[in-house]
């Protein structure tokens, strides 16, 4: 079994190999015949992998349920599994592990390829070849490193009694999807990527491209949001030291990505309204695509070490070579297709939407590169300097907070500014409220006694909310004017024929949502420490705790003790919680899951440390204000995400043609709706729409001698 | 999002205590790295050791010490690398540098961008004049963009739901 599957690694890369020379000869010399050869190339790699993966998956699995004999000679079952392992965790191991990680990583690219260019797609028969053809590279790449430098199946010389086992810490059903989301994100990326090369190398560096790839950028950007907030979840309900982001360095090299990627959805929107920064966008997916690479790299090959990294090898020199590949040959492209980016950039005002695009993707790029250089700056001044200066979760708190205030200001005020220019009239009118709501929130929490920082939070975060719920109540108001339709039907239709514009407002308030949770939770944590005998009482905030005594649980590989505690809710009977305390053995390692009562008003969170020599209990807890709307704000991200990617069939795109007619005629729309939304003087409007209505009829009379 | 709003107003007026001597530890342990574990502060972590010196600082606090003395009392036993945000001097200033540079640099480049590409309406378009289009072009538009807003698919009226 270990040979076959070693050999189907050895033919996935040569299959590899083969349909990503094909595919660029295919692009070349367009020529059907070869496409065809490269395509069937891409569904070979694809079969190869899950058999592969599915084989790996058996080998593992079979040791779990003790069906087979057992055989610790395979290196990765040996060091991520072992007797003890509970078979429900078995598949855990899979992404615990370096070689799992790159196999299940290969498989995601696989199928991703097999998506994105398995088929004829008329809209980018131009792009296909050339896109097949990098994606098919950069699944080479990945199987270079499973053939020669992690073999899945690679033998350990004498078989073991017994193998080392899965990291206690990732025993968590969190674990089974926080990290393949994170993959799932961080491979996305390799689409639009492939297909901004393709672009380039086509000189088509247009509509079509950026709306195919819509659909892919989006869901790359979503699993690794989703991957991000999960990830929260598991430390949370985990770790067991009160908070949910950590600032580690693999959580950081998510977000950055992440980060990129929010800058680059929006960036779309103005080539698609506007022609212009068709340059930047290309960038910006590149930028995603490397950063991706990078945050593999670092969690992959133990770089940095940190909770996260589970797992270390050999494998940095390769991956450079493929960083400084990724980097260097779009730049190069980039550089060599310069004349074909130069867009229609004519901008008629700074305080216009295009403007605060703009703004928007300089602060999420310095807000990406504060992040980045903190997480590197550890290696370089080991490097510099022969000591690692460490940038603790302080240092993050201090210069992120005041960019992400500036980035949740800008979520406000960017829609509502019109396309183009802004007259004085509209600004007073679309700007009042919003900041009449912030004033007050601010005066309120000044009054209340809440510090600067807290202020300005509150400043920002009712302006942004009453801007959000202004454009709601703004866009139904001018459908219930324009329609007939009744308030409420209004509101639901705003969702349902604007998608992307209400779904991704629905992302915005689930930003806001989030950060009122973290600046709650953040800035009003309550904590005590304290050690208890029986019957002893400690007080936190509004709750008192009355510890009863501990108990053992019989559990396979560890050693459990629970430990009872009453909770007293301002003096009422609140019920009992019971933090554990996991000892493994094996691993030397204490684990201290925390019981948690939870309210939308605050978590009560109560850590057991364990029984100190005397017998007392040691405690630690923490009252966590509205910790429960950042859980919230994860799902409110999920579903706005839903709504603005959900495919519309009126609007789906066949040809470039129909991307082009598409975007022209989207462009009218967006007037109107700006218009009775108050956001365009009649002056604007009129002198717009007829330019738009120009441009739109020109198009179609073109279209229509074809 | 009122909801929201007044929620948090209310978690704020509920916390707006003064700064007791949990919360003046729990300030203090968060400027130190945990020595055992990694990238966990000393309020963070739930190491036998940060417990230890979370106790220590409790103590000293009690005795009066400020929390710059407390802070410069174990970077005296454990050296720069106990502190959670490097000190600003010598190579780490240049952790705090970085982040005004970077955001400086890119302000430059929006702000030369903005110059560069902002140029006022006017007769400088090459697209064709409304008045220069015929009366059936631009009906025809009105009826695309009004297709696209009632939802039909296309003349043959299937729903477009």
């Not at chain 1, 569904?43 to 003790?66: D, E, K, Q, R, S």
């Not at chain 1, 509502?416 to 004085?424: A, F, G, I, K, V």
């Not at chain 1, 509150?458 to 909310?465: E, H, L, N, S």
């Amino acid at each position: 079994m270990p040979e076959v599957g070693a050999l189907a690694l050895w033919l996935a890369l040569l299959t590899a190999l083969y349909g990503a020379a094909m595919g660029a000869v295919a692009a070349v010399g367009r020529r059907e015949d070869v496409l065809a050869s490269a395509r069937a190339a891409v569904w070979v790699v694809a079969a190869l992998v899950t058999l592969n993966l599915g084989g790996f998956v058996v080998c593992v699995g079979l040791l779990a349920y003790a069906l087979y004999s057992h055989d610790f000679r395979l290196a990765f079952v040996a060091d991520n599994n072992s007797r003890e392992t509970p078979t429900f965790y078995t598949l855990v191991g899979l992404w615990g592990g370096q070689a799992g990680s790159l196999l299940f990583w290969t498989w995601l690219l696989s199928l991703y390829t097999v998506s994105a260019v398995g088929h004829r797609r008329p809209a980018l028969e131009e792009l296909q070849p050339a896109a097949l053809s990098v994606l098919l590279a950069i699944a080479a790449f990945f199987l270079l490193l499973l053939t020669i430098a992690e073999n899945p199946f690679a033998l350990l010389p004498e078989p073991v009694a017994d193998g080392r086992g899965l990291n206690p810490l990732l025993e968590d059903p969190g674990m089974l999807i926080h990290p393949p989301l994170l993959y799932m994100g961080f491979v996305g990326f390799a689409v639009p990527f492939a297909f901004a090369m393709a672009a380039l190398v086509h000189r088509r560096v247009d509509a079509a491209w950026l709306s195919y790839t819509r659909g892919w950028t989006l869901l790359a950007w979503y699993t690794l949001g989703a991957g991000l907030v999960l990830g929260g979840w598991w430390a949370y309900r985990v770790l067991g030291w009160g908070g949910y982001w950590g600032w580690d360095p693999v959580e950081n090299s998510a977000l950055v990505p992440w980060l990129v990627a929010t800058a680059l959805i929006h960036s779309v929107i103005v080539q698609e309204q506007r022609d212009m920064l068709k340059g930047w966008n290309v960038t910006l997916v590149v930028l995603a695509f490397a950063l991706s690479v990078l945050g593999a790299f670092l969690t992959r090959t133990g770089l940095l070490v940190s909770v996260h990294t589970f797992a270390q090898s050999g494998i940095a020199p390769y991956f450079l070579g493929f960083l400084a590949a990724v980097l260097v040959g779009p730049t190069a492209l980039l550089v060599w297709r310069l004349e074909d980016l130069r867009a229609r950039h004519e901008l008629e005002a700074v305080l216009s939407r295009e403007g605060t695009f703009l703004l928007n993707t300089l602060v999420f790029l310095a807000a990406a590169v504060v992040v980045l250089m903190g997480t590197l700056f550890p290696i370089v001044t080991e490097v510099v300097q022969g000591i690692r200066i460490l940038i603790g979760p302080p240092y993050f708190r201090q210069v992120f907070a005041p960019i992400a205030l500036g980035l949740l200001a800008l979520m406000g005020i960017g829609p509502l500014l019109p396309w183009r220019r802004t007259s004085r009239r509209v600004l007073v009118r679309q700007l009042r409220w919003p900041l009449v709501a912030g004033a007050g929130v601010a005066v309120s929490a000044t009054i209340l006694g809440a510090s600067a920082g807290v202020a300005a939070a509150a400043v920002v975060i009712g302006f942004t909310a009453a801007a959000i719920v202004q454009e709601f109540h703004r866009g139904a108001r001018s459908r219930v004017q324009r329609w007939g339709e009744p308030y409420p039907r209004a509101l639901l239709a705003l969702l349902g024929r604007q998608r992307r514009r209400y779904g991704g407002y629905l992302v915005h308030a689930a930003v806001l949502v989030i950060a009122v949770g973290v600046v709650g939770s953040q800035a009003f944590v309550t904590e005590r420490e304290g050690v208890l005998a029986t019957g002893e009482r400690l007080e936190v905030g509004r709750y008192t705790l009355i510890y009863r005594g501990t108990e053992q649980e019989p559990a396979p590989n560890a050693t459990v003790t629970i430990a009872a505690v009453d909770v007293l809710n301002e003096g009422h009977p609140a019920g009992r919680l019971t933090p554990r305390r996991r000892y493994y053995p094996r691993y030397n390692q204490p684990v201290y899951p925390p019981a948690i009562r939870s309210t939308w008003r605050e978590d009560l969170y109560v850590v057991f440390l364990g029984l100190v020599d005397d017998g007392r209990a040691s405690f630690r807890v923490w009252v966590n204000p509205l910790v429960r709307l950042i859980w919230l704000g994860g799902a409110l991200f999920t579903l706005g995400t839903l709504v603005a990617a959900w495919p519309d069939r009126r609007r789906r795109i066949r040809t470039a043609v129909e991307a082009r007619r598409q975007a022209v005629l989207q462009r009218i729309r967006e007037l109107d709706l700006d218009f009775g939304a108050g956001k365009l003087s009649e002056e604007d409007y009129r002198r717009l729409r007829d330019e738009a209505v120009a441009e739109a009829a020109a198009f179609l009379g073109t279209e229509a001698e074809r | 999002m009122i909801v929201l709003v007044v929620t948090l107003l209310l978690t704020l007026g509920a916390a707006a205590t003064g700064p007791d001597l949990d919360a003046q530890v729990r300030a203090i342990a968060d400027r130190l790295m945990c020595p055992v574990c990694q990238g966990r502060t000393v309020a963070e972590s739930t190491s036998a050791l940060a417990a230890q010196m979370r106790a220590l600082i409790r103590e000293k606090l009690r005795r009066g010490e400020t929390a710059e003395e407390i802070v410069a009392y174990f970077r005296d036993r454990y050296g720069d690398t106990i502190l959670a945000a490097p000190p600003r001097e010598g190579l780490a200033a240049v952790a705090w540098a970085l982040p005004v540079l970077a955001v400086a640099i890119g302000t430059v480049i929006v702000g030369w961008l903005l110059r560069a590409w902002t140029r006022p309406p006017g007769p400088g378009s090459t697209l064709p004049r409304i008045g220069m289009l015929p009366e059936e072009a631009l009906r025809r538009v009105e009826e695309e963009v009004a297709r696209l807003e009632s939802g039909d698919v296309d003349r043959s009226g299937r729903d477009g739901g």
